[in-house]
């Protein structure tokens, strides 16, 4: 693709093809002198836009993207899924035997990874430095009882997802999960998409505070009720948490793989693209079949922590529903609790990402990036 340089606001590169997109982006912008994005896409491996306006991110700012950190679990565990290292019918015990306990010795990879298992918090809560740990975490969570039968429900695993999936790639390969994402995906692609960021590299300067939530430009806040018991349970105040847990060193530092990875737009749009139809014409990391089983549904409905209708997971991954309608119903993706988001979908093979420096209340994928989205691969199909 021929990429242009843009002139209006919004700063970067585009394919003459998404004129529609670069002049919604470029209205946005200028109606709302606060926003500030960072914006990719790929289409067939092939980068189409990297662009970003606003005062509080640059072209190289790096900001941590919350849940749309789960791409990193979702890409690795497909690449283990792909080598035949990993089974997802397989009980998670025949991994990790000390995960068989207290009525999960029957729980399967697939429903442990698909926010099944019963286990989006564990008893007791977990400290903060048990959560940003390598195994503390998952060793508490393999003694905890579940909170409903596995299987019979399913329910956001916020954090713990991320320490339940990083102990199951450990014990599969001997490496962290962070070891493993930095050794055979992140470095080999040199995507802005990090697990942890590293010292001593320049990084730190690049890096943006999340900044506080607000309605969107010329809305007013609609009254919130109470959390709801399990959301309490899994998102309240834990021993030694911070106020703001992306803009916290330790967090980002350690880069928790469920919520505290620190990526721009573009690194988010190429961890997606490379694994799915590759990037400038490398192979994806990931075959079709494996992309197909990994994508595929195994939930949808009432989700038990968010108390929200109408929520679908993949293994890792969210499926399109009404409020997340990114692409068709093969794609896949994770969004943030602060408006980023990152998707892929296979059939029109647009690989998308998005960061945001303020977004809009009351949280989840920026509503404006969802429409981009979904245009971008109407668009370029």
Known sequence: ???????????????????????????????????????????DGQLALDAYGGPH???DSLIVPYSTSKNIIGVSVGLL???????????????????????????????????????????????????????????????????????????????????????????????TLHDFYEEEIRRPLGAAFYLGLPEGQ???????????????????????????????????????????????????????????ATADALGIATLLAAAVTGVEGSAPLLSPDTVATVGQQQVRGYDEVLDQHDRAHAVIFQKPSKQLAWGGPRSIGHDGACGSLGCVDPDTGVAFGYTI????????ADPRAVEVARTIGDLMA
């Open 357 to 364: 420096a303020r977004g809009p209340w009351p949280g989840g």
């Open 57 to 59: 991110l640059g072209r």
């Open 202 to 260: 320049g990084l730190e300067e690049r890096r943006v505070d999340v900044l506080p939530m607000i309605p969107p430009l010329g809305e007013h806040p609609k009254p919130q009720g109470p959390p709801h018991a399990m959301q309490r349970l899994t998102f309240g105040p834990r021993p030694g948490a911070p106020v703001h847990l992306a803009n916290d060193e330790q967090s980002w530092r350690f880069g928790h793989p469920a919520g505290s």
């Open 81 to 175: 899924v792909e080598r035949g290292l990993l089974d997802l019918d397989a009980t998670v015990a025949s991994y990790w035997p000390e995960f068989g306990q207290a009525g999960k010795e029957r729980v399967t990879v697939r429903q442990l990874l698909s926010h099944q298992a019963g286990l989006p918090e564990a008893q007791p809560g977990l400290a903060w430095d048990e959560l940003l740990d390598h195994h503390k975490g998952a060793e508490r969570l393999a003694a905890t009882r579940p909170l409903w039968h596995p299987g019979s429900a399913f329910g956001y695993h916020g954090l713990t997802i991320g320490n339940l999936a990083a102990e199951l790639v450990f014990r599969i390969t001997g490496r």
């Open 1 to 43: 693709m021929k990429l242009s340089e843009l002139q209006g606001p919004l700063s970067g590169r585009a394919d003459a093809g998404l004129e529609e997109v670069v002049d919604r982006l470029d209205r946005l912008l200028s109606a709302d002198p606060d926003l500030s994005i960072q914006i990719a896409a790929y289409v």
